[in-house]
T-cell receptor, first 116, second 113 residues
Framework: DTGVSQDPRHKITKRGQNVTFRCDPI?????LYWYRQTLGQGPEFLTY????????KSRLLSDRFSAERPKGSFSTLEIQRTEQGDSAMYLC??????????????FGDGTRLSIL | AQSVTQLGSHVSVSEGALVLLRCNYS??????LFWYVQYPNQGLQLLLK??????LVKGINGFEAEFKKSETSFHLTKPSAHMSDAAEYFC???????????FGDGTTLTVKP
C-alpha cells in the first residue's frame, strides 16, 4: 500500500490559464474521488469514478472542470480558463467496494492551486 | 441528504487534559460516520469510523467516539491531550462505507503546554 499520490503538490498560475492535476489511487481501489477544500472549510465533493466510469458530478463542477479516469487507474482533473475563485486545495481519495468488505476513503496530500 | 455540524471551530486544551470535539449529523438513512485529522499542507488521515457494528468506536492515537442515535451525535474524545494532537479535525457522514462523504467545516485543536 503506497498510498494515494497527487501531482503536483503546488501549482501557481495566472488567471485564464488551464491547469491539470493527476491522482494515482491505491492500486486495488476501484473508486476514486475528487474534493475541493478552501481555507477554513471541510472538503467539498466534486466527482467520483468507479473504475473508468464517472458516476456522479457535483453542481460545484462547472463546465470549466473536467475529470477523466481513462483506464480505471489514475485520474486527471483539468480546469480551463482558471478564475480567482478556483484557488483551493484539490484532494483526491480512493476506496474499494471489494467482496471482502468495503474500505473507506484514503486521501492524498492534495494539490494546492493558487491563481494570480 | 446528509449534513454535518461541528460545534466550535476552535478548541484549546492544556496538555494532559481531556479532548472533546463535537459533531452532530443529519441523515435520512442509517449513516456511516468518520473522523479525520488533517495536519498543515497534508491530506486527511482517518482516525476512526462508525459502521453500525458498535456504538463506541476506538481509533488511532488514543481517540474514540460514541455514536448516539437519539442525539444524532458522534463526538470525538481523547482522555489526555498530547502536543502532537494539535491539528484540524473533520467529522464526515456517508451513506456507504466506501462512498463519498459530506464533511463538517472542521475544528482546529490547539494544545497548550
Amino acid at each position: 500500500d503506497t498510498g494515494v499520490s497527487q501531482d503536483p503538490r503546488h501549482k501557481i498560475t495566472k488567471r485564464g490559464q488551464n491547469v491539470t492535476f493527476r491522482c494515482d489511487p491505491i492500486s486495488e481501489h476501484n473508486r476514486l474521488y475528487w474534493y475541493r477544500q478552501t481555507l477554513g472549510q471541510g472538503p467539498e465533493f466534486l466527482t467520483y469514478f468507479q473504475n473508468e466510469a464517472q458516476l456522479e458530478k457535483s453542481r460545484l463542477l462547472s463546465d470549466r472542470f473536467s475529470a477523466e479516469r481513462p483506464k480505471g487507474s489514475f485520474s486527471t482533473l483539468e480546469i480551463q480558463r482558471t478564475e480567482q475563485g478556483d484557488s483551493a486545495m484539490y484532494l483526491c481519495a480512493s476506496s474499494t467496494t471489494a467482496e471482502g468488505g468495503d474500505q473507506p476513503q484514503h486521501f492524498g496530500d492534495g494539490t494546492r492551486l493558487s491563481i494570480l | 441528504a446528509q449534513s454535518v455540524t461541528q460545534l466550535g471551530s476552535h478548541v484549546s486544551v492544556s496538555e494532559g487534559a481531556l479532548v472533546l470535539l463535537r459533531c452532530n449529523y443529519s441523515s435520512s438513512v442509517p449513516p456511516y460516520l468518520f473522523w479525520y485529522v488533517q495536519y498543515p499542507n497534508q491530506g486527511l488521515q482517518l482516525l476512526l469510523k462508525y459502521t453500525s457494528a458498535a456504538t463506541l468506536v476506538k481509533g488511532i492515537n488514543g481517540f474514540e467516539a460514541e455514536f448516539k442515535k437519539s442525539e444524532t451525535s458522534f463526538h470525538l474524545t481523547k482522555p489526555s491531550a498530547h502536543m502532537s494532537d494539535a491539528a484540524e479535525y473533520f467529522c464526515a457522514v456517508s451513506l456507504h462505507n466506501a462512498g463519498k462523504s459530506t464533511f463538517g467545516d472542521g475544528t482546529t485543536l490547539t494544545v497548550k503546554p
